[in-house]
């Protein structure tokens, strides 16, 4: 079947350190998408990425940082510098260049503060 | 800019009620628009989607109905089950230039359905 899997589903980070979220699809997609979830907060888009080795910042992406080197991958890294980084993390993917395609999702990562 | 605004939440029913989520927008261009579901501990799911205006998405009892002249697209189901408690997104895709396919979302309302 074909998805997106993000991996781990549940993350620990401790102060100063950089972790790193996976996202992985299967489905051919072009564009990827990363985004972070708070409670009442909706969600707010964090980096995308519409096609390989490229890749632009949302409305948040201070304390973050992606790569695209495979189109099947885009994995965040969540660095020291996001200091308030207790949130869900959402990818997801679609089909690129065009408004009337919908977004796949991944069951996300939470990530935790120790 | 393009901008969702949602109903805000929690929404509790009894099951069999009429629901009503109201949605309206904001956009430069005429965006798809589309209403997603996520369930506890979960990623979002597609409920349905309307790409012009005046088109009815629907799925699984659900339907909303894309009103240019109102910018709205309020989520509608006749019989509400325990099982549709969920959150409900509202959002719409940027149509051109370096928004093409971003999805612009509302803060989610949370539905809770009694037995």
């Known amino acids: 079947d074909g998805g997106i899997t993000q991996s781990p589903k549940y993350l620990f980070r401790k102060e100063g350190q950089n972790v790193t979220l996976s996202c992985e699809q299967n489905?051919?997609?072009?564009?990827m998408y990363w985004y972070r979830q708070d409670p009442g907060q909706g969600l707010r888009l964090i980096y995308y990425?519409?096609?390989?080795?490229?890749?632009q910042k949302g409305d948040i992406a201070e304390g973050y940082s992606v790569s695209r080197e495979k189109k099947e991958s885009f994995p965040l890294t969540v660095t020291s510098a996001q200091k308030n980084p207790t949130a869900f993390y959402l990818c997801?993917?679609?089909?690129?260049?065009?408004?009337?395609?919908?977004?796949?999702f991944g069951d996300g990562t939470r990530l935790s503060i120790l | 800019g393009n901008s969702v605004t949602q109903m805000e939440g929690p929404v509790t029913l009894s099951e069999e009620a009429f629901l009503t989520i109201n949605c309206t927008y904001t956009a430069t261009g005429y965006p798809s628009l589309f209403w997603y579901v996520q369930y506890p501990g979960e990623g979002l799911q597609l409920l349905l989607k309307?790409?012009?205006?005046?088109d009815k998405g629907s799925n699984k009892g659900f339907e909303a109905t894309y009103r240019k002249e109102t910018t709205s697209f309020h989520l509608e189901k006749g019989s509400v089950q325990v099982s549709d408690s969920a959150v409900y997104f509202c959002a719409l895709s940027g149509d051109r230039g370096s928004t093409l396919g971003r999805l612009y979302f509302g803060r989610g309302t949370q539905l809770t359905v009694w037995p």
């Open positions: 489905l051919n997609h072009d564009a």
């Open positions: 997801a993917s679609s089909i690129a260049g065009m408004d009337n395609q919908p977004q796949h």
């Open positions: 990425s519409q096609i390989v080795n490229d890749f």
């Open positions: 309307a790409t012009k205006a005046d």
